[in-house]
């Protein structure tokens, strides 16, 4: 059964702060959005369709949160090949400075991995599961690590799972994105309290996390969450999700990665639309 989450979140910034405000997708449905500021922007931003605002005093954002588990297939009889029926939009196969599957050291990797293989679901495995071997989790960072770091280090958190396997893909022209957001806290006595509807969330309930969604040949999206399949195979965590299911443990804010913005004539290269501040 899915719950509904009262969410409070409060910003006492000094300086501006970028906020990309979570709307209703497959992850979960959002109303009651409320901007609580006497000062604040909202700019449509238009390559991965996010809404950000740009708060420029102590303000509040509040909403309902209700979060829907998700899973989803790929169908065995697809192949790389099936892309070519369908168009796939640009931007799910450009490299920018985080996600490059041109580099010629991922596109050498990704064909020693599957070889001669064209079935989509075996590719999508084989690359996945080497993703898991080839990685260890560690050195979480608030920004994004890129595939790069990853690839040269093998030590990296959810979002450098997330850019190197996204190369990998994208090396075989399989279209990705990148999902931006937080994990909700496991907390049972705030559990208990919100079956009475009592109890707020704020960010203290949340933690920043990143995954990857793979765009199907039939339009749907398939989700992959390497670093949390990675961590739960190690017992560092009891969370689930990983290859094709997401629990209604989220928040989404967000999608893809390496923005341009422009900000009260200025101009800012920001690396995820999660929660930023402005100096």
């Not at 102590?58 to 979060?67: G, Q």
């Amino acid at each position: 059964m899915n719950k509904n989450y009262l969410f409070k979140l409060k910003f006492n910034n000094q300086n501006q702060i970028i906020f990309s405000l979570p709307q209703s997708s497959n992850y979960h449905q959002i109303s009651n959005l409320k901007i609580n500021s006497k000062n604040y922007q909202i700019i449509d931003e238009k390559k991965w369709g996010n809404k950000v605002v740009v708060l420029k005093d102590k303000s509040e954002v509040n909403f309902t949160l209700k979060p829907f588990s998700l899973k989803s297939l790929i169908n065995p009889s697809l192949t790389l090949e099936s892309y070519q029926k369908t168009k796939i939009p640009k931007i799910y196969l450009t490299p920018n400075r985080f996600i490059n599957g041109d580099d010629p050291k991922i596109k050498s990797l990704a064909k020693k991995i599957i070889g001669k293989e064209k079935n989509l679901l075996k590719v999508v495995k084989n690359l996945y599961n080497f993703t898991l071997d080839y990685l260890s989790y560690g050195k979480p960072i608030d920004g994004l690590y890129p595939y790069r770091q990853a690839l040269k280090e093998k030590t990296t958190d959810c979002g450098g799972f997330s850019t190197f396997l996204a190369s990998l893909l994208q090396s075989q022209k399989i279209p990705t994105r990148l999902v931006v957001g937080f994990l909700i806290k496991k907390n049972f006595i705030k559990d208990f309290l919100n079956t009475l509807h009592v109890i707020l969330y704020t960010f203290h309930d949340l933690l920043m996390h990143a995954w990857l969604e793979i765009l199907l040949p039939d339009g749907n999206f398939f989700p992959l969450d390497s670093s949390i399949d990675w961590r739960r195979k190690k017992r560092l965590t009891k969370r689930q999700g990983g290859f094709g299911f997401i629990p209604n443990d989220r928040l989404v804010t967000s999608y893809g990665c390496d923005f341009d913005l422009k900000i009260e004539g200025k101009n800012y290269k920001i690396e995820l639309l999660q929660k930023f501040n402005l100096f």
